[in-house]
């Protein structure tokens, strides 16, 4: 079974501000891998992680990129639906965003010039520029906040999950891979999904995490790893082993603060977060190889 993705529901996008339509208008199932052949190209791997891989491909009808991804069957999660007033034990990816015999493909779209945050870094040798950075954390909370009132939670926030690239000359952000992923809930949730790294404190100390205080600490992780010469880990945090960070401004270390302060119930909100200075000061263009760079000079 295959499942074609009609809707912005599982590649998260604040460019379209896309709206959670009820599951059975989002996907369209098939059964005949030859069904799915007939309608798609498929290329090279773009992507491995611990539950399937992702791959290139192209639809016959208009030519239009799209990303497969493969999830063996006894890999696939579940989790029960409602719609219509009856309930559907279904995939988790798919509800979040239906069998061959071996394995669930997924069909979504693959913007054409596009790399994750982790890969943008590398290639810019770990110098983005300010404004391009505040840019990307702008959309990044914007689209948290509005997974959150969707009633998603994404549980695994990192570089390697945000997709970056190009509309009119302005950076534009895409969340991927909701495969860790859950519904929205008040209560604690009590079991792990995710990069252990990046999980809050509270995961670490008593198994346990809540969904917006998860999601603001994993900003703030993916704002550390950007102008750190080691890669985040919660543990090293919360033992003070930390940087400096004195070529960031003072409004750029407070957002930062805000978001990794170890205590749940005094962490920020999203939607404090999309009020915070460092986020609505406007800052000019600079060049890569300025002083303004993401491991340059103060940032505004």
Known sequence: MYCQQQTQGHL?????????RPFDNRVVVRKSKKEFKEKYFEFETIGQGCFGIVTAGVRRSD???VAIKHIPLNL????????????????????????????VLIVMERPLKSMNIK???????GNIPQHEVKSIFK?????????????IFHRDIKGENILVFRVQEELSIKII???CGDILQKKPYTTFRGSLANAPPEQHLL??????????WQIGALLWNLYSDRPFHTKEYMNGLNPPFDRLSRKCKDFMNQCLTICPKQRSRLVKLQCHAWLVQKSRPTSPHSSNAARGEKAQ
């Open 12 to 20: 998260m996008s604040l460019s379209s501000k896309p709206k959670i």
């Open 63 to 65: 030519s239009r990129p």
């Open 76 to 103: 696939v999660k579940y989790m029960w639906a409602k719609t219509q007033n009856d309930n559907y034990k279904t995939i988790t990816e798919v509800v979040l965003m239906a069998q061959l015999n071996e394995e």
């Open 119 to 125: 890969e943008l870094f590398k290639w810019r040798g």
């Open 139 to 151: 959309q990044l909370v914007d689209a948290a906040v509005l997974m959150h009132k969707n009633g």
């Open 177 to 179: 891979d909701f495969g």
């Open 207 to 216: 198994n346990l995490c809540y969904a917006e205080q998860t999601t603001v």
